[in-house]
């Protein structure tokens, strides 16, 4: 069973809930009505007033339509739910596409810790193979949002290489920096990835150095706040190479959730907070990937892959994202 929103739940949740309602339901569609009655706006007996009541459920419904389609204006034709032409429900739309897959990916992933809607019993299993699938949506978005080749480094790696080996044969395909050929004297005995996930790129016209350069660290679970790819991204340059690559990089984070600015309830200007909010998180963390940009730039990528490029990492992982999010949305509906 999903838990019931109240008034004081982020318009996001709100709007997950929605998703996650119509996913549930058997013929994929829940009411906005059915937002009303399950809130406690409605059931709210020191309102005195019908008209202020009708005013409150009015501007909570417009509200978490309005998010819902900022999600469809930003992923397009792969977000896969619709509100109907009358405005009256959310429509969960089969077959999902892959990038829409990936979309439902984050989603559950969102709420697998977070008791707010999904309770413990039906929350999602979070292992080291389902964040590794998490890593591969992000490594395919960033070939997606960079338009080139995209390398999942982060540990474990797809082909088994040791930090290294690894690092060397990315480096000699991006053409830009010398790493290290052997251990530094003072490194841990095993280095996993330095902090870094992705490494991705777009090749210059001339295939010399300065390039568009991605550095990114991705984070599945509420942690990411507790992590910045800044950081390490400047370690991992100044320790491991005898040659820094000279392409200025740019660094990101990857991560499943909405965005879920605090004052929302307080400021009538809800995209200038959006602006304000992401902003604040840009400079800490890196330009961030949350779960609308990571949908649409896998749909990028998979088509820069069907074009042929070869050099995202990642894609065959999909299928398995698929499988997971057809699994997980089994539950729901057994519920």
């Not at 490029?309 to 997980?328: A, F, N, P, S």
């Amino acid at each position: 069973m999903l838990s019931i929103p109240d008034e004081t739940v982020h318009r996001t949740k709100i709007a997950d809930w929605l998703e996650l309602k119509a996913i549930a339901s058997p013929d994929g569609r829940v009411g906005f009505g059915t937002l009303v009655s399950a809130t406690a706006l409605g059931e709210n007996e020191q309102e005195s007033d019908i008209g202020d009541e009708d005013a409150e459920e009015e501007g909570l419904v417009l509200c978490v339509q309005t998010e819902l389609t900022r999600r469809r204006d930003n992923i397009g034709d792969d977000y896969p739910f619709r509100i109907d032409d009358k405005g009256r429900a959310l429509n969960f739309n089969t077959p999902v596409s892959e990038a829409g897959s990936v979309y439902l990916f984050c989603l559950f992933l969102s709420h697998a810790y977070d008791r707010t809607i999904v309770g413990k019993d039906m929350a999602p299993v979070v292992n080291n193979k389902v964040r590794d699938l998490f890593q591969a949506c992000a490594t395919i978005a960033a070939g997606g949002y960079i338009q080139g080749p995209s390398m999942s480094f982060g540990f474990p790696r797809p082909d088994g290489t040791d930090f290294l080996k690894a690092l060397r044969k990315v480096y000699k395909l991006l053409g830009d920096g010398r790493p290290c050929k052997t251990p530094r004297k003072a490194a841990p005995h095993k280095v996993k990835d330095n902090g870094i996930d992705i490494i991705a790129w777009r090749w210059s016209i001339d295939r010399l150095p300065g390039m568009p350069y991605l550095i990114g660290q991705v984070a599945s679970g509420n942690d990411w706040v507790a992590k910045s790819v800044k950081a390490d991204r400047e370690h991992f340059h100044k320790y491991w190479f005898v040659e820094h690559p000279s392409s200025q990089p740019e660094d990101a984070m990857f991560m499943p959730f909405g965005l879920e600015p605090e004052n929302a309830r307080l400021e009538a200007d809800y995209e200038a907070l959006l602006k304000d909010y992401i902003s604040s998180i840009n400079y800490r963390y890196g330009n961030l990937f949350y779960r609308d940009r990571i949908a649409k730039h896998v749909a990028i990528g998979l088509q820069l892959i069907a074009n042929g490029e070869k050099d995202i990492q990642r894609k065959g992982d999909l299928l398995e994202v698929t499988k997971w999010v057809e699994e997980y949305t089994e539950r729901l509906r057994a519920a």
